[in-house]
């Protein structure tokens, strides 16, 4: 719905003025009412455009109740428990009845968050919109009871449950589905997810870099060092030490080496793969920001500044699992070391492992 601010005013559009003086008579003091049976699962809140700064979410049960912006709240001393009349607006396209119904709602939460996209006018400020239950919007524009026009509804599925065979399930009832459009919620937050996708390539390529570059600069320092210590080796099997005890000895030697290097390498990880992270998700804002300049302008309001909002920032944190991955390709490495090392001397003469060369 579209209503006026009783005894309240809007926030106005900072640095110029934005209605001429037919539509500042008519919508100067307007805000944008929308209604909804829970705030709590709406895009603006669940993608964390918005957030709670004060009081409670709406709910079903709520009548005559309403959530507004800390900026409106601030522009007009208002807090929770306040209350705020709404005088629904005959200038509205979507007033079909023309009313002027006013509904006195008792505020109960008080949200944050804005755009940060530039606004051509007031209409368009996150500031200006209210959220109230269903029946204040219902009442404003006086609605018979089951003629509501409802925009949207949202479905939430289970985790788990395939979204896309839901959605071809759902096709499959009884609607005149000319009329109406079924589609994925997660369209709001697609900028985000592309972001988180790109990361995670970014990431994955990175990882599998790093690893084939560790296990080939690993395996030739290994291999390098166990072929020099063949005359070593020819030394200890004169003197009646057992080929196998070597080979257990110099797995002792490399482990013994290997678990303060894990330890080192955890450490040092641990700010590596923030500062990795923190690389890439830059790359990656900077690669759609670029994309978004070439669509041309996008509006100031909150669904298009949602659609086209990307991750803020992004923790990374080396878990117990990466952890035991590496020790494994760690120990994998050494026992192929030594296997390609170490097999083909077993065959020689302690004689032929002595001579230098």
Known sequence: ATADLVGASVVKVPGG?????????????????????DSSKLNVFTSHTLGMVEGRHLKASDKHMSMVHEDLAKTNGLKVGDTLTLKANPYDADNESHSTATVKTTIVGI????????????????SNTVYTDLDTTSTLYQ?????????DATFVLDRGVDVEKTMEAAKKLPVDWNNYQI?????????????????????????????????IVLSLMLLLWMNDRRQEMGVLVSLG?????????????????????LVLGWLCARGAAQWLGTSALRSVNASAAKELSSMGQVGGDLESNMSVRTLDSLTVSIDTTAVLYVSLGLLAVMLVCVAISRIPMLRKSPRSLSELR
């Open 17 to 37: 003025d934005d209605y001429d003086a037919e539509k500042e008579q008519q919508f100067g003091n307007t805000a944008n009412v929308i209604g909804t049976n």
């Open 111 to 126: 949200f944050k968050g804005d755009s940060d996209r530039k606004v051509s006018s007031r209409a368009e400020l996150t």
């Open 143 to 151: 609605y018979k009871a089951g003629k509501e026009i409802y925009q």
């Open 183 to 215: 589609t994925r919620n997660d369209q709001y937050t697609s900028s985000m997810l592309n972001a988180a996708r790109s990361v995670r390539s970014m990431m994955r390529g990175a990882l599998i870099g790093v690893t084939i570059s560790a296990v």
């Open 241 to 261: 030490i057992g080929k196998p005890s070597l080979i257990a000895q110099y797995l002792t030697e490399m482990i013994l080496i290997g678990l303060p290097s």
